[in-house]
C-alpha cells in the first residue's frame, strides 16, 4: 500500500525533532494537497542532557515552530512531560491529553511513534497514542501509521519485534523540503556517519523509495486503517 490522503492529519511525537525525522516528508505532501497538519510534541526535551541553562528549551521550541512552517504544519501544540522519564508519569495523564487533542481537532489520520525504538519516550508515546486512537462509534480516525526515527529505530535490531514498513509514502518531491526543516533545529543536526545527519536521512529515504518503486520514501508500519 503506497498512497495516502488526509484532510486532517495529526502527528503524535515525544521529542522535538522527531516529527521532521519521522514524517517530515509526509507532512509536507500532506500540505501540499490541502490537508491541515498538527503536530503535538509531547515533552520538553533536553532536560535529560543537561541543557537547560538560557533558555535553551524556549529557543527548541522556536526551532520547531521554523520547522513546522517549513513543513506547512499549521498548528503546533507542546506539552511538558519529563526528558525520557515519560515511565515517570502515569500513562493515563498522557492518553488523556492526547485524547483532548483528538478531540479538538477531529483528525482522520494519525501519525506516531513505533513500539519498536529504543527510546523510553517513543515507546510510551505510541502506546498512549494506541490507546487514544482506539476504534470507537464517534472516533473519526480512519488510519494509524507509526514512523521510525533515526538513532532510535535502528537500534532496536536485537529485538524479535523490530520496525519492519508496510505502507510508504513518496516523498521524491518533499525531501529537500524535510532536510531543510531538519536544519532549523541547529542543536540537533550532526555530522555523516550520525544517523541524525543530512546525508543519512536522504540515504533512508532512498532505502525506503527503493523498497517501494520510488525515487524517495518514508517508510510506516499500517496499525489501523478503516477505508
Sequence with gaps: MRSIETKKLLVVVAHPDDEVLGCGGTIRRMANKGADIIVLILGEGLKSRGQVENGAIKKLRTESMKAAEILGAKIIIFESFPDNEFDSVPILRIIQKIEKIIK????????THSNTDLNIDHKITHEAVKVACRPMPNNGIKQLLCFEVPSSTE?????????T???FVNIEDTL????????????????FPHPRSLKYMEALAKIRGGQSGFE??????LILSKT
Design 104 to 111: 479538538k481537532y477531529k483528525p482522520d489520520m494519525v501519525l
Design 155 to 163: 537500534w532496536g535490531f536485537e529485538s524479535s519485534n523490530n520496525f
Design 165 to 167: 514498513p508496510n505502507f
Design 176 to 191: 529537500k523540503t524535510k532536510m531543510h526543516a531538519m536544519s532549523a533545529y541547529k542543536g540537533e543536526i550532526r555530522k
Design 216 to 221: 524517495a520514501a518514508e517508510g510506516f508500519q
